[in-house]
């Protein structure tokens, strides 16, 4: 069983729904991500999180608004939407063995995502 | 500039066959991570394999192997009597700096076995 878990797995929504992507890591880790995978392109980084700091906006627009309430947990609420933005949703969670903000950074593991269809 | 490249986007190998994978960085640093993940059908990437810049030993783990060289600044991945379970994207993937969360992710290869 995977150490990290997203929900939905599969989600379809019209450009003024809202909606949010949950992630929960089962690692024990402090940092934790969000990534978009569109077809042909590298994986992006969205956001990080870092022990529940957000010290990552990789130029998200703002109809993408995260959240970390803990540092187990991440969100990622969505509304008005575009269909530029369908895509697969990946988090992933890290330790970082250093103080916030800074030290060595350990291994990424991903959840499974959440593909998203923006009609 | 930071960059890494996987020029094969799609190999198609038949079962027990064995399959290299290539993988190309670039960066300024002399001290950096390497990474090789999995991507099946079902989404999720599978963590393979970390390599940092200063061991250049080359890593066999049951069927698969990678080969890092660091005068081509390849990290070349191996896979031995491929199965039809490999099949999937396999990411190669960059992070400078001692452990830094920013990765650079190669476009991917895909995989496919035949049986």
């Known amino acids: 069983e995977t150490g990290v878990t997203q929900t939905p797995r599969h989600l379809v929504m019209g450009m003024t729904n809202k909606k949010s992507l949950k992630c929960e890591q089962h690692?024990?880790?402090?940092?934790m991500y969000w990534y978009k995978q569109s077809a042909k392109k590298p994986l992006e980084l969205m956001f990080v999180y870092n022990f529940k700091e957000q010290t990552e906006n990789n130029s998200v627009p703002s109809r993408f608004s995260p959240e970390c309430p803990n540092s187990s947990h991440l969100f990622l609420h969505l509304h008005t939407l575009q269909p530029e933005d369908s895509a697969l949703y990946l988090c992933a969670s890290s330790q970082d063995r250093g103080t916030s903000g800074g030290g060595t950074w350990e291994t990424q593991y991903f959840g499974p995502g959440t593909r998203l269809l923006v009609l | 500039a930071q960059k890494v490249t996987q020029a094969q986007t799609e190999i198609s190998v038949v079962e027990k066959e064995d399959v290299t994978l290539d993988c190309v960085y670039e960066t300024r640093d002399t001290t950096y991570y390497l990474f090789w993940y999995k991507q099946p059908p079902s989404g999720e990437l599978v963590f393979l394999i970390r390599r940092n810049s200063f061991d250049e030993q080359n890593e066999i783990s049951g069927r698969y192997s990678w080969n890092f060289q660091k005068s081509t600044s390849s990290f070349n991945f191996t896979i031995t009597a491929s199965q039809v379970v490999d099949s999937a994207v396999y990411f190669c993937?960059?992070?400078?700096?001692?452990?830094?969360?920013?990765?650079?992710f190669g476009t991917g290869t895909r995989l496919k076995v035949l049986a």
């Open positions: 690692l024990g880790h402090n940092a």
């Open positions: 993937a960059l992070s400078e700096a001692p452990g830094t969360y920013k990765y650079i």
